[in-house]
């Protein structure tokens, strides 16, 4: 599977920002899917995970603002951001929804300030 994350940007505080994921592969209809973020100096964490059934967990720090999304047909997911802060400021990546991942890619910057 490789996975290409794209919709990131700068936006101001309050603003909102759609990430998407496009996957190739076979894989990806059969297994969940995860969006993760490391911003400067920290650890990538996890942000949104969907399973293939739509079933959802999130991050305390999103949740609420963070909607992720998959259209099994396209081979995408997506992560809708609302309401975004400073602290979300990160490269945000795609990839499945547990362990072992594939290649993480470059991921998309989402920067958030006035």
């Known amino acids: 599977v490789q996975l290409q994350a794209s919709g990131g940007g700068l936006v101001q505080p309050g603003g909102s920002l759609r990430l998407s994921c496009a996957a190739s592969?076979?894989?990806?209809?059969?297994?969940?899917m995860g969006w993760y973020r490391q911003a400067p100096g920290k650890q990538r964490e996890l942000v949104a995970r969907?399973?293939?059934?739509?079933?959802?967990d999130y991050a305390d720090s999103v949740k609420g603002r963070f909607t992720i999304s998959r259209d099994n047909a396209k081979k995408t997911v997506y992560l809708q951001m609302n309401s975004l802060k400073p602290e979300d400021t990160a490269v945000y990546f795609c990839?499945?929804?547990?362990?072992?991942?594939?290649?993480w890619g470059q991921g998309t910057q989402v920067t958030v300030s006035s």
């Open positions: 990839n499945l929804g547990w362990a072992p991942f594939v290649n």
């Open positions: 592969g076979s894989i990806f209809s059969i297994r969940a």
């Open positions: 969907i399973t293939t059934i739509g079933s959802t």
